[in-house]
């Protein structure tokens, strides 16, 4: 009896490691580049606001906030969240807001629940997606998607990632490519996208519940695994895999909206404050 409970104790400790550092490697690094970029967002629209009145955000957000929305109504529809109202541009200058995607679900669906978590990061996919697909349409012709590392380790994620960002970021700035119309409009439309993915406080609240379902049921995955003697280092490495691309991406995203922010600084330097 005593081995059994050894064993299950082992294999409980097996597995609550092997979802810390799953846990770690999906999220730590997301979790940072989200709040890098809602504080460059906010640094943005607060600067715009407090030169050119508050409908200034409207610059980047006629594109940026329907990708947001409409990423948020697209994972509705893939977890089975029935879409009330979509909003896809609706600015009030009362509240804020922007847009909004009004959705109910099944409260005794755990695949409903769990996708509440997914539905409120939707705008980083989203908008991820979307700034790949202008990068393909648009980008600088030099840049090409980097490998992942052969060591897959979260280190060389993070320096792929960032190679395929600084490398984007050098081939707009090359005496060519700096002539080109199409590279201002990229940087534009690319700006537009980066300043509102990043998901609302009111996104984040509503993916927390979602959150803990997907935790339980990674630790009950990795407790099979760890009973059926599976290596974990195996769905460690796959997370690496599927999160360097989104990585670069959101990468790329803050590196043009710290451009742009230099620029808007720079640009309204000599407007005055206007009044609150």
């Given at each position: 009896?005593?081995?059994?409970g050894a064993?299950?104790?082992?294999?409980?400790?097996?597995?609550?490691?092997a979802?810390?550092?799953q846990?770690?490697l999906?999220?730590g690094?997301?979790?940072l580049v989200?709040g890098?970029l809602?504080?460059l967002?906010?640094?943005?629209?607060?600067r715009?606001a407090?030169?050119l009145?508050?409908h200034s955000v409207?610059?980047t957000?006629?594109?940026?906030?329907?990708?947001h929305?409409l990423?948020?109504a697209?994972?509705?529809l893939?977890?089975?969240?029935?879409v009330?109202?979509?909003?896809?541009?609706?600015p009030?200058?009362?509240?804020?807001?922007?847009?909004?995607v009004d959705h109910?679900?099944d409260?005794?669906?755990?695949?409903?629940?769990?996708?509440?978590?997914f539905?409120g990061?939707?705008?980083?996919?989203g908008?991820?997606?979307?700034?790949?697909?202008?990068?393909?349409?648009?980008?600088?012709?030099p840049?090409?998607?980097?490998?992942?590392p052969?060591?897959?380790?979260?280190?060389?994620s993070?320096q792929?990632?960032?190679?395929?960002?600084?490398?984007?970021?050098?081939?707009?700035?090359?005496?060519?490519?700096?002539?080109?119309?199409l590279?201002w409009?990229?940087l534009?439309?690319?700006?537009?996208?980066?300043?509102?993915?990043?998901?609302?406080?009111?996104?984040?609240?509503g993916?927390?519940?979602?959150?803990?379902?997907?935790?339980l049921?990674?630790l009950?995955?990795?407790?099979?695994?760890?009973?059926?003697g599976?290596?974990?280092?195996?769905?460690?490495?796959?997370?690496?895999v599927?999160?360097?691309?989104?990585?670069?991406?959101?990468?790329?995203?803050?590196?043009l909206?710290?451009?742009?922010?230099?620029?808007?600084?720079?640009?309204t330097a000599?407007?005055?404050?206007r009044?609150?």
């Open positions: 009896m005593e081995h059994v064993h299950i104790l082992e294999t409980t400790l097996v597995a609550l490691a979802s810390g550092r846990v770690l999906a999220l690094p997301l979790a989200t890098a809602r504080l967002e906010r640094a943005l629209s607060g715009l407090s030169r009145g508050w409207l610059l957000a006629w594109l940026g906030v329907p990708v929305e990423s948020h697209a994972a509705c893939l977890f089975g969240h029935r009330e109202r979509l909003r896809l541009l609706a009030d200058s009362i509240t804020g807001q922007l847009g909004s109910a679900w409260r005794r669906s755990l695949y409903q629940q769990v996708g509440r978590f539905i990061i939707a705008p980083l996919l908008g991820a997606l979307a700034l790949l697909l202008l990068t393909l349409l648009l980008g600088p012709a840049v090409r998607w980097p490998d992942l052969d060591d897959g380790g979260l280190l060389s993070l792929s990632a960032g190679r395929l960002a600084l490398d984007l970021a050098a081939a707009m700035f090359s005496p060519h490519a700096a002539r080109s119309g590279t409009l990229y534009y439309l690319a700006l537009c996208i980066g300043a509102h993915m990043a998901p609302s406080t009111t996104d984040l609240r993916s927390v519940p979602g959150l803990l379902w997907l935790l049921f990674v009950g995955s990795n407790l099979v695994a760890a009973l059926l599976a290596d974990p280092s195996l769905a460690e490495h796959a997370l690496l599927a999160l360097t691309p989104l990585l670069a991406l959101l990468l790329t995203a803050l590196v909206d710290v451009l742009c922010l230099v620029v808007v600084v720079l640009v000599l407007l005055p404050r009044a609150a």
